[in-house]
């Protein structure tokens, strides 16, 4: 099988749960790093000096330093570090590339990981950091489920807005012959 044919094979194949479901954690530490330095970037041009104080400004100031994480990363190339390292790419349906504003869709879209759940904590009332982070891991492990559900096993913020994670693995470069 030539390169070309073994990449074309691999566009097509939807990796497994568990290996997205990993790639999903690993986003999930290195965006550990990337929120930290907005959140002391946003206090630092806002002069906060208490952590409740100016809190909705912070999740707002979050939620577009995570838009423009992802839309640039799904819309030049279609693979965050982490997609890169578990050999995921966002593609379309047809397997061509994400346009910005396909990628902007699909992160709002992807908000249904947790917003779900987040309202379910909102509506019964739980105060405690365990009681939300226990709705919030049972609703992302119900909404990975859901995938099942799926023709193709994709997550449905992907069915929505057109996309799809496949298996890829960059062309392997040959050595060049030299003196």
Known sequence: MTAAAAQLADTNDTPGLARRLAAFIYEGVLLFGVVMIAGYLYSSLTQQRHALQ????????LFVVLG??????????GQTVAMRAWNLRL???????????RAFLRYLASWLWFVPALIVARLA???????ILAAIAVGVI???LLAR???????WH???CG???????PPVRRAQSGA
């Open 54 to 61: 100016g809190q909705t400004g912070l999740q707002m100031f």
């Open 68 to 77: 423009i994480y992802f839309v640039w990363f799904w819309s030049r190339g």
């Open 91 to 101: 593609v379309t349906v047809k397997g061509h590339a994400v346009s910005q504003t």
């Open 125 to 131: 009332s739980l105060h405690s950091t365990a009681q």
């Open 142 to 144: 119900a909404y990975a």
């Open 149 to 155: 559900l799926h023709p193709q096993r994709q997550f």
């Open 158 to 160: 992907d069915a929505l």
């Open 163 to 169: 996309t799809r994670l496949v298996t890829w693995r």
